[in-house]
């Protein structure tokens, strides 16, 4: 049974530019949500995708964006890239809608922006 | 706004030591308290979960914890470490009013010394 995947793994940008990373859930699971963890913190949320749309967002600007596919697969895009978006982005795949707050973790997409 | 604090950033025990990692949240209301664990090279995975009833909360591989409302603290405790508990701990709170954002602790990087 497959887990969480994302992709791709590493990925270096420069500022200014645009950056998409994608994410599968684990089979069965309808709800995808997005975190950021930057070098030695926990991973902050980002938001939540639920029935193909934005369910919850945390403190994160509107450079910030996502989006859902039917299969509940998802990707998160930034936009206008600082040197302050490079982090660990990690998806997180969770059933029954979300409502049990169990989140199953991907490895985690790593973004360099110079 | 909602926090998690975790106290240790860095413990180091040896093996067959009695491990307690301290957690304390700033949420008022109904909280869901998560611990999750990342071993060297693995994702993030759940260790165990507070909602309701019994405030002592028994997870995987002998790890449990204790919810005290009254200090807002969930510590994770376990009798005995082992070289293999070796990994990085995430302390995590969620509002039991209907939403769906974890919030994170920075980690408590536990070292266990053969």
């Known amino acids: 049974d497959a887990g969480v995947t994302q992709s791709p793994t590493h990925l270096i940008k420069t500022r200014g530019q645009q950056v998409t990373l994608r994410c599968s859930p684990k089979?069965?699971?309808?709800?995808v949500s997005w975190y950021q963890q930057a070098l030695g913190q926990g991973p902050q949320f980002i938001f939540q995708?639920?029935?193909?749309?934005?369910?919850q967002r945390g403190n994160f600007p509107d450079r910030f964006s996502g989006h859902q596919f039917p299969n509940y697969s998802s990707e998160l895009n930034v936009n206008a890239l600082l040197l302050g978006d490079s982090a660990l982005y990690l998806c997180a795949s969770s059933g029954l809608a979300g409502v049990t707050g169990e989140l199953f973790f991907g490895e985690g997409s790593r973004l360099t922006v110079l | 706004a909602q926090s998690v604090s975790q106290h240790n950033h860095h413990v180091i025990l040896s093996e067959a030591a009695s491990l307690e990692l301290g957690c304390n949240y700033s949420y008022g209301g109904t909280v869901n308290l998560f611990w999750y664990v990342q071993y060297p090279g693995q994702h993030l995975q759940l260790l165990l979960k507070y909602f309701s009833g019994d405030p002592l909360v028994k997870g995987i591989k002998g790890f449990e914890a204790e919810f005290i409302k009254s200090k807002f603290s969930f510590n994770l405790r376990k009798p005995s470490v082992q070289w293999s508990d070796t990994a990085e701990y995430f302390c995590a709170a969620r509002s039991g009013a209907g939403s769906y954002q974890l919030t994170f602790g920075k980690g408590t990087k536990l070292s266990v010394i053969p």
């Open positions: 995708y639920y029935e193909e749309e934005e369910r």
């Open positions: 089979s069965g699971h309808d709800t």
